[in-house]
Structure formats: C-alpha cells, structure tokens
C-alpha cells in the first residue's frame, strides 16, 4: 500500500482515528485511489529532503500528474512543494473552496472550523483559522 494511505487509514485505523474510517470507507467506494510508488520512483532531489514518506510520495506524484493542486499542510512540505512551482491547498483552502463551490454550507465549515480549533491533534494555528473564517463568511 502507498505511504499515504498506510498512514492516514492503516496507522489511523490503529490509533482509532474516526476520519480514517471514513478515508477508508471512500477508498472502498473509488471515491479515491491507492497509487503505489517505489523509492525508486522518487526523484534524487526529493527523496533526499528531510520530509516524511507521505509528504514526498505526495510531491512526487503531484509533479509526475502535474497535478492541478497538491493537498499539504506540513509547513517543510509546503516549502518544499512551492520551491518546485506545485500549486497546492491546505486543509482550510479546501474547505473554503467547498463553500465557494457550494458543496457545503458556511454554517457546516464553522462546525468543521470550531472542532479544528478544539483538536490538539491538529497543528492548525487558531489565529489562521480565525482568519480564514472572518474572510469567508465576508465574501
């Protein structure tokens, strides 16, 4: 199995993690897919980056799809993708896109926003979530 998916369903599922549950219920529906990716397949300038196997698996794939965007919310994975001219969206970007492309309402991203800030699981800083919120309910 890809890094990726070994980390967000298969470690989750060991954690006990509710979202891995749903991540592996929409990988049962095709809603997404497993892409396998060899060390070989990482280029020499990414493979020797200091980031974990998910986020340069994830880089990597983004570049050989010339991906539209890549999902990363790793600050060195952000970096490391900008510095190769990746577009790319962090868990919040992909929220207020829902909302503009009204797949969810802003009542239900505040819901979603309100438990980021209560996790202490998730390294999201509040003052952007914040931000972020105030912006898209202005708009």
Known sequence: A?????????EGLARGEPDATHIEIAFQRQQLQVINMAESDLSLEI???ALDRGEKYAIQLAVRENADWVLLDDTAART????LGLPMKGTLGVFVDAVRQKV???SEVEVV????IKREDIWIAEGLVRRVWKELKTK
């Open 47 to 49: 493979s020797s980056s």
């Open 80 to 83: 490391e993708a900008k510095r």
């Open 104 to 106: 969810l309402s802003l």
């Open 113 to 116: 926003f309100q438990a980021i």
């Open 2 to 10: 890809s890094a990726v998916y070994e980390e967000t369903v298969l």
